[in-house]
């Protein structure tokens, strides 16, 4: 996975394009790295689920 692709997805997901973009875990630290350099990190929520996968949503007011 392309770094470009991966911004492309998470300003769908902030944009509200796209509802949630699920990563799978050989992905993970790639999209982790570009995530938290991105000044809107803490409107992104990673929940686990099965298999390695990460399902990202973006919330509207930041976490704490």
């Known amino acids: 996975m392309d770094p470009q692709t ?3 997805s998470l ?3 902030k944009s509200g394009t796209l ?4 990563v ?4 993970f630290l790639q999209v982790r ?3 938290v350099s991105r ?3 803490k409107h ?3 929940i686990a689920k099965h298999n390695g996968y990460t399902v ?3 919330l509207e007011a930041a976490r704490s």
């Open 6 to 8: 991966i911004h492309d």
């Open 44 to 46: 992104f929520r990673g």
């Open 24 to 27: 799978p875990k050989e992905f």
């Open 39 to 41: 000044e809107d990190f």
């Open 33 to 35: 790295e570009i995530l």
């Open 11 to 13: 300003d769908q997901l």
């Open 19 to 22: 509802a949630e973009y699920p």
């Open 56 to 58: 990202y949503t973006y």
